[in-house]
């Protein structure tokens, strides 16, 4: 960071992690994710707690309005909420901002900014260059500015995963149904999303085998109204490695090792399954 003359660093949306970031910079961290754990010395914006939730895009905004005018920056904040809570949040003035900026619009420029990051080409870096590059939702969702081609491509190419994946036939344990899959894309938050739609009364696990290396990374999504952290962290589980159980209590998962991985599904009841049931494979769906 000394090699661009950063004087401090701020951290949005960083989620329940206490591990340092870089200790020598003054750091500001703007979150909602639900824990009390944040770096030594950080200085902390947060609304875990307090009823709503806001998210991190509308804390920003609440922070940075007394120094700009705010006005031209608020589809931004709309963007962000309906990104994290969707277009209905029973959140103040939402309905009006959400109006002004055009719902169509930021829905559509929602989803397309979030595809770039699930593609397989993981071009987060474009959507942040078309984001800071609109003026508008609008900008985005008509294609007025460089880059939203490559973007929809992206969700063409998520959209296909997610249904190729979605096919997985479920394995059950009691009220748990794992759905085993292999992708490239970041697709399996949709999948627990989809098939917790058809289960209603399980708890569903995406887990993904081809998305990093060596790594499962899955999704846990649920109808009832379950702490789904709590429900990982409760598990008879040895400590493990990696990613687990963070997030919101009713969207976690992880990112494991092959073998922690297969471990967890001991604990929640799965047996029998071995080394090659999680490992990257072609097309197949499950």
Partial sequence: MSLVGAEALVVLAMGNRAAPILPDLPTLIVDHHPTT???????????????????SSLLTYALVSPLIIPGPLEWLAVLGTVAE???????????????????????????LLNA?????????SLALEVLMRA????????????????LRDCRLEVQREV????????????????????????????VAIRWAQRLPE????????????GRVDFALRSREPRDLIAFLRGL?????????????????????SSRDFLRLTEAL??????????????VAPG
């Fill in 37 to 55: 754990e944040f770096p030594e010395g950080a200085q902390v914006l947060s609304s875990h707690g307090h009823e709503p939730v806001v998210p």
């Fill in 85 to 111: 809570l969707g277009p209905d949040a029973p959140l103040p003035s939402l309905k009006d901002a959400l109006r002004r900026a055009g719902r169509k619009a930021v829905t559509e420029a929602v989803a």
């Fill in 116 to 124: 770039a990051r699930r593609s397989t080409h993981f071009a987060a």
């Fill in 135 to 150: 003026g508008s939702a609008s900008d985005i969702d008509e294609g007025r500015v460089p880059g939203v081609d490559a």
């Fill in 163 to 190: 249904a190729r994946c979605s096919k997985t036939p479920p394995r059950i344990a009691g009220n748990v149904a794992l759905l085993l899959f292999s992708s490239g894309a970041q697709v399996h938050p949709l």
């Fill in 202 to 213: 399980h708890i569903v696990i995406a887990a993904n085998a081809g998305y990093l290396p």
């Fill in 236 to 256: 008879d589980l040895a400590p493990v490695e990696g990613d687990f159980a963070h997030g919101h209590p009713h969207a976690t998962g992880g990112s494991l």
């Fill in 269 to 282: 009841g799965f047996r029998g399954l071995q080394a090659h049931d999680v490992e990257r494979r072609g």
